[in-house]
């Protein structure tokens, strides 16, 4: 679903660092370019907001030529700090819906960061679900790595945990091991 779905943006963002913003006003930026591959060329427009609570709010509109118009791919706020960052992505370009939300955090105080990709597609039966990755201090002097993954349908949560030097790690996952304890 990523894949396909986040081609094109992903992309057209990446090409935004090779051009310059205008300034709008009021705190407005925006990085205005065509980017082609084997599909077609794209209009991007790439718009980034100061907002007064040292955040940027980003949103990325794309056009194709012959195609689709001025559709809102996605939207963000990162802090000024980078310290965290909310998208929330659209798909379907024809009748664009949110599908997916990302949640990014960093806390340099105790060296964890963490990122987690949600399902919000309305109406979905796996609307809630997520997988979580986390690195840094996960488990004090444990483990340095994390991955989660909750299907909401089965109401389930996969843990795993992992040294990254030292190549050690857990694994807890009630519905396939039928018990809540840790397993090597």
Partial sequence: LLT???AIPTLSFFESFNHQAEYQGQ???LWAYEVSDQSGTYQAELFGELLPTSEVKWDMYISKAGGFSNVH???GTVANDQSYANWSLN???NNPA???SIDYQRNDGNDVA???YTNIISG???NGGYIEYRTGNVVPGLYDRAYDVYNIEMDNLLEINWNSLNKTGRVKDAK???DDEWHC
């Fill in 4 to 6: 396909v779905n986040l």
């Fill in 27 to 29: 705190g407005v930026w």
């Fill in 73 to 75: 791919w996605y939207s």
């Fill in 91 to 93: 798909y379907n370009a």
């Fill in 98 to 100: 949110p599908f997916i």
């Fill in 114 to 116: 963490s990122i987690r």
């Fill in 124 to 126: 979905d039966a796996g």
């Fill in 176 to 178: 396939h091991f039928q």
